[in-house]
């Protein structure tokens, strides 16, 4: 035995409980690992859209941002008008225990800050481009952040889980058979013990009766 179990019908009603319940832990960490990998292979395949779709726009971005300043010159004075992005918020929700973030960004305003004397559609067009990257790379890191704390949750419970199946259940059922196993033996031998005593006894009585005979 791993440790020590004193074999009384009160231990054996408390460990059916553990049991019971150790068992019950199990049957839900194994639901809650099951929820948690599906979300987590949606947000993989997700993820692998949105990088895509980065990659295109920042390839769009880059070649019309290129053109424009092969048309205009250098755009730098155009780029020291364009406002530093403030507008993120990160909010979280609850999946099965794991906080997930979800990222918000601010409508994009599609209106250039800039005059269209001295530009072309080029600029307009790595303007707008990066706007989509902006938003795009603000989901991206709400799935990718999700991702990683899904595979660590979904590591954790399957640890307990594992802990639960092949440490504390058998560990119970162990101790349960052997406490079970304990008490059917004392009662084989008080029932042994109760029929010796009333043989005795019997035995007693008939020599008692032929005696006054």
Known sequence: MAEQVFPTKGNLLALKKSLTLARLGFELLDRKRNVLIRELMTMVDEAKVLRSTISDNYKQAYAALQRANITLGLVSRVAESIKEENSVNVTYRSVMGCE??????????????????????????????????????????????????LANAIKKTQTRANALKNVVIPRYEENLKYISDSLEEKEREEFSRQKVIKAQKEKKKYRKVNTVE
Request: negative net charge; hydrophobic residues 40%; charged residues 20%.
């Open 100 to 149: 997930l973030p979800t990222v918000r960004i601010g409508e994009a305003d599609l209106i250039p800050p800039y005059g269209f004397e001295n530009t072309d559609e080029n600029l307009d067009i790595a303007y707008i481009a990066f706007n989509n990257v902006k938003t795009l790379t603000a989901k991206l890191a709400q799935v990718d952040n999700s991702v990683f704390r």
